[in-house]
Nanobody, 115 residues
Framework: QVQLVESGGGLVQPGGSLRLSCAAS????????MDWYRQAPGKQRELVAT???????NYADSVKGRFTISRDNAKNTVYLQMNALKLEDTALYYC?????????WGQGTQVTVSP
């Protein structure tokens, strides 16, 4: 079983920055593909960014050039650096991985972008 714990959310003004962290349990974290998703009120959950075990990354078009996903395998942690935040980035952000066909989610961390 994998446990994921997110942190780092908060209230920020448009144009500001936040860094989210997701700490994962498990001795084989280094082989996990890790994702960040987000869900805004009244909207479907959407994939924001993905990082593979080898460090390859992929981003939703809406965050390209502003968000950066990274990982520290020594700390079993994945990060999401969010810059130039916009009002529409307001959402509950979730960390996710799938291991042996089972999906695991964290509890989410709230990001609110407001003037």
């Amino acid at each position: 079983q994998v446990q994921l714990v997110e942190s780092g959310g908060g209230l920020v003004q448009p144009g500001g920055s936040l860094r989210l962290s997701c700490a994962a349990s498990g001795s084989i974290f280094s082989i996990y593909v890790m994702d960040w998703y987000r869900q805004a009120p009244g909207k479907q959950r959407e994939l924001v960014a993905t990082i593979t075990s080898g460090g390859s990354t992929n981003y939703a078009d809406s965050v390209k050039g502003r968000f950066t996903i990274s990982r520290d395998n020594a700390k079993n942690t994945v990060y999401l650096q969010m810059n130039a935040l916009k009002l529409e980035d307001t959402a509950l952000y979730y960390c996710h991985t799938a291991v042996r066909g089972l999906g695991y989610w964290g509890q989410g961390t709230q990001v609110t972008v407001s003037p």
